[in-house]
């Protein structure tokens, strides 16, 4: 894959992949919200790549929350790179397992009986890769997973 890097407003880019799953989001009755920069971030990264990383993310969020649960995704600027994280309130991910998920075709023990092919988090990587960034796992505020991308994209 080849980087097309430009120009690109965050908070835009967030609302945009924020708004394609609201009907899966509704269907189980998931709360789906977003906090966005303010004042506007601007960043030099390849918009398709930097909004599949949060389409993935998103989809992951949602398939594993529960019904009535809550997806949160956040963009921010932290110590000097962009910081791109989605919270949910699904049964978080065993800190054994948290490596494994970014491996081809591999799932954690929640999701073995999810749809999919196991090479969502694996594409997230990869493109986090390429921007210089990285992907990473941890416990939500309140319980729950939180995937975390920081992207070493800001604009000077």
Known sequence: YHLVEEELDM???????VRL????????QITLGMVTPQPAL??????RAVKRMLINTVSNALKFTPEGGRVMVTAEAR???LVLETAD?????PEDEREKLAQPYERG???ARAEGTGLGLVLVRALAR????????HDAPGGGALV?????????
Do not use: W, Y
């Open 11 to 17: 908070g835009a880019a967030v609302e945009e992949v």
């Open 21 to 28: 799953p609201v009907d899966a989001a509704e269907k189980k």
């Open 42 to 47: 601007s960043v030099r990264a390849d918009e």
């Open 79 to 81: 110590d000097g790179v």
């Open 89 to 93: 309130s699904g049964p978080g991910i």
């Open 109 to 111: 023990v929640g999701g």
């Open 130 to 137: 390429l921007h210089d960034g990285s992907l990473s796992f």
């Open 148 to 156: 975390r991308v920081t992207l070493p994209v800001l604009r000077d």
